[in-house]
């Protein structure tokens, strides 16, 4: 039996000071979120008091749940509604935009590459502002409203498709597509019979995360809003957060959390069917988030 | 036709997968997507910073011709920073203050976290990924809205502090600390340098490191002088990653603290954008804030423009 000293001091003791660090932050992370998540089951009006279990604020309360309150189900459909219709132009856009930067030599492209790469790091204030400007003061047939901020979304998220596919083009490489085209195929025949198939995981993946990603948006869409119907949760929750509010607050903020999440979790479980038996996808939760 | 009869009738033509006509076909709705609506809004926003105020209804006129341009509302903002009259120089001064404080401390929380995670976690490895890039899914406002909600005055933070009835702590937590914002800012930045400094620890060669060791360096040693300058491109990208958006944030100090004492520049353009008759003022401010990013935003474009090309 090793004393105390010797356990201390053992050669092969696992990092114990990172590991505190790490279970720590993780601990800081998310545990006043999952607290929220769960005084949305607050059976009273606080949100810092527990009065017991109950699900008024989801259906049960017939003013002021989500389900009943007009206010809050506009924000939670508005926020959808955005999210579809951001993905649907977003991804299409994007990666027939990283495919030909992939292709295409030369300046205009490059100057292209780094502006879209800038909207990484751009502070989103900034681009909004720009938005509202142009909206407000040229006679373009946008409103602000969802238009608007669909405007803004698609151009803040278009980096997401085209970083995805750019990475995982450099990782196939030329090979497959150039084999085709040396047995015949005209160069848009072995791009959509080819290339396409086998972008497909990055595709879906940028899908699932600009969906993600675009629910949660705040600075763009509060922005570029016409008037409160067109508010999304976000804002709502923006405005509402320091006002003595009810849980339906936290209520709505975890209907939206349990909606990205099944977003992500479903996602993530058809990327890893999509990619079994390919080892250059890179494997897992690290290539499914870009970050690999 | 299928690929075999293509290959029968096959004629001559270019194979070259690169300079194809197809790229600048495809590239070319992208390109256009984001000239007009990012170049070109950031034109639309000088036209209006050196444009003219309607007199009556005190809102911006744009003003297109560059020769036309009237410098007074650039000026005003810029006049106000230092000086009798500098009602900007605080806000601009603390938003620098908060957002290298911040930056710091996300880098010392998280270069341990992305250490350990990447080189050390072993089998748990999948696991810390999917619990780190969690808070990307999750929204902001939630995880302010999670925070504020601690931070009541009779919230689980006090609660804590008061040790079930033996002091009792009724510190006012949201209201106009400076501590809090930073606090704040970290919460939410944090996430963002993780997984930058996660990849690039992920992809240092253990042998190199292992050689340190055996040529006698200590573990300290070792990792000041041999794994920190091979990952010093790494910690920039992801600082510069996180502390550019950082420059923009107005909401953190709104919802954590709705106290001017904690304004930060972000907080500066918000007031402006929606005040009448301080449009242009607001689009200087988006100016200034855009011309002390820029610099730092091609270096970080040309560090990860460079990664993606090598590799």
């Given at each position: 039996m090793r004393g105390p000293v010797a356990w201390w001091n053992?050669?092969?003791?696992?990092?114990r000071i990172l590991v505190a660090v790490t279970v720590g932050y993780l601990a800081w992370s998310l545990i006043p979120v999952l607290i929220a998540v769960i005084f949305?089951?607050?059976?009273?009006?606080?949100?810092?008091?527990?009065q017991g279990f109950s699900t008024r604020w989801y259906f049960?309360?017939?003013?002021?749940s989500v389900w009943h309150d007009a206010a809050l189900h506009t924000a939670l459909l508005q926020t959808l509604k955005l999210g579809v219709i951001t993905t649907l132009i977003t991804v299409p856009l994007g990666v027939m935009f990283a495919i030909g930067i992939d292709r295409w030599r030369g300046r205009l492209p490059a100057g292209a590459n780094m502006l879209m790469l800038v909207s990484f790091v751009l502070p989103e204030v900034l681009l909004a502002v720009a938005l509202l400007f142009v909206v407000t003061s040229l006679p373009l047939p946008i409103k602000l409203g969802t238009g608007a901020q669909v405007l803004g979304l698609v151009t803040f998220q278009i980096a997401y498709p085209a970083v995805l596919v750019r990475a995982r083009l450099a990782t196939i490489g030329t090979q497959y597509e150039e084999a085709a085209m040396d047995l015949g195929a005209s160069p848009l025949a072995a791009l959509r019979r080819v290339t396409l198939p086998m972008l497909l995981p990055a595709i879906f993946a940028s899908t699932v995360l600009v969906f993600a990603d675009v629910i949660d948006d705040f600075v763009l869409v509060r922005y570029l809003?016409?008037?409160?119907?067109?508010?999304p949760v976000s804002v709502k929750i923006y405005n509402t957060a320091?006002?003595?509010?009810?849980?339906a607050l936290n209520a709505l903020a975890t209907l939206l959390l349990f909606a990205a999440l099944l977003a992500i979790t479903v996602g993530y479980l058809i990327y890893r069917r999509m990619t079994r038996?390919?080892?250059?996808?890179?494997?897992g939760i690290a290539a499914f988030a870009g970050e690999a | 036709m299928t690929l075999t009869e293509g290959a029968a009738q096959?004629?001559?033509?270019?194979?070259?997968?690169?300079?194809?006509?197809l790229g600048p076909v495809l590239a070319a709705p992208g390109v256009i997507w984001l000239l007009l609506f990012f170049l070109g809004p950031l034109y639309v926003v000088l036209a209006i910073v050196f444009g003219r105020t309607d007199?009556?209804?005190r809102t911006a006129i744009p003003v297109w011709n560059p020769l036309q341009w009237n410098p007074s509302q650039f000026n005003y903002v810029l006049s106000r920073i230092?000086?009798?009259?500098?009602?900007f120089g605080p806000a601009l001064l603390r938003t620098a203050l908060y957002v290298l404080a911040a930056g710091l401390l996300c880098l010392l929380l998280a270069f341990p976290v992305a250490y350990y995670t990447a080189r050390?976690?072993?089998?748990w490895k999948g696991l810390l990924l999917a619990l780190l890039i969690a808070p990307f899914w999750i929204s902001y406002m939630m995880r302010m809205l999670a925070w504020v909600n601690l931070l009541q005055d009779d919230g689980l933070v006090n609660r804590l502090f008061s040790m079930g009835g033996i002091f009792d702590v009724r510190v006012h937590?949201?209201?106009?600390q400076p501590v809090v914002v930073v606090l704040g800012l970290v919460y939410g930045y944090v996430a963002y340098m993780i997984l930058p400094l996660y990849a690039g620890l992920d992809r240092l060669p253990q042998s190199t490191l292992e050689a340190a060791r055996d040529l006698g360096a200590s573990r300290f040693a070792s990792f000041w002088r041999v794994t920190l300058p091979m990952c010093r491109p790494t910690i920039v990208a992801a600082v510069l990653l996180t502390c550019l958006p950082m420059l923009g944030d107005y909401f953190t100090s709104d919802m954590l603290s709705a106290s001017p004492?904690?304004?930060?520049v972000g907080n500066l353009i918000n007031d402006s954008v929606q005040s009448p008759g301080q449009t242009g003022q607001a689009g200087a401010l988006v100016m200034l804030v855009l011309l002390v990013a820029v610099v730092p935003m091609f270096y970080y474009v040309r560090v990860t423009a460079r990664g993606d090309t090598a590799s």
């Open positions: 053992d050669p092969w003791r696992p990092p949305s089951f607050n059976d009273g009006r606080s949100r810092t008091v527990w049960g309360d017939a003013t002021k809003s016409g008037n409160s119907s067109t508010e320091r006002a003595a509010p009810t849980p038996g390919d080892n250059s996808a890179g494997g | 096959a004629k001559p033509r270019s194979t070259r997968v690169r300079g194809s006509a007199p009556i209804f230092v000086g009798t009259q500098g009602i050390l976690s072993g089998r937590w949201l209201t106009g004492k904690t304004a930060m």
